[in-house]
């Protein structure tokens, strides 16, 4: 029998070479976070939190079955958010730079400089991350990644059939602060981590 002809065709694979997730490479997406004496002070090296729009939540999540691939990523407009992984496991993270609009700009969807701005369920205005844009970190070792507010992410992903990972963000956030982008719905592509 004859297939109908609307089939849609294969997404187109990026694949992606992973950065080693430091303090200078992680810069532009938020911090990255490793140990250091019991007796340092407070200083720029800890994670500079926002949690001021909620209540904190502090847990470990248990992932299964997270290939080195993605097509969706996500990000949080009211949170930084902090990932590490239990027993210092290596685990890689898909970013893109914040794109939230400024709330003071006015904006009308779509309609500000050419550029393409979409209104988020969650009430924000963001611009949408381009495929260009996305890169792709690998963490190892006891760190952690503290996300500045707005990063897109996907991930932690892994090559093990389970990990778990501390988790700090709102106690809501994933109710209330989760907007999606799905490159393959709106770019027709498929990242792959290729280490």
């Not at 701005?117 to 611009?127: A, K």
Request: glycine share 10%; proline share 7%.
């Amino acid at each position: 029998m004859g297939g109908s002809g609307d089939s849609k065709p294969a997404p187109e694979v990026v694949e992606l070479k992973p950065i080693e997730a430091t303090p200078a490479s992680f810069q532009e997406y938020g911090q990255v976070i490793e140990p250091h004496p019991d007796s340092t002070e407070f200083g720029p090296q800890d994670a500079q939190l926002d949690l001021s729009r909620g209540i904190p939540r502090f847990y470990i999540m248990q992932l299964e079955n997270r290939p080195l691939k993605f097509s969706t990523i996500t990000h949080h407009a009211s949170v930084t958010q902090c990932l590490g992984s239990v027993g210092g496991h290596v685990w890689y993270l898909g970013v893109a730079k914040p794109s939230i609009v400024d709330d003071s700009e006015e904006v009308k969807e779509g309609e500000k400089s050419g550029r393409n701005i979409v209104r988020s369920r969650c009430g924000h205005f963001y611009v949408p991350p381009a495929v260009e844009g996305v890169r792709v970190f690998r963490v190892a070792g006891f760190k952690f990644l503290k996300l500045n507010r707005g990063t897109w992410h996907a991930g932690p992903l892994f090559n093990a059939d389970a990990m778990g990972f501390y988790n700090l963000e709102l106690s809501n956030t994933n109710v209330v602060d989760h907007t999606t982008h799905s490159f393959i719905r709106e770019n027709g592509v498929v990242f792959s981590i290729n280490d």
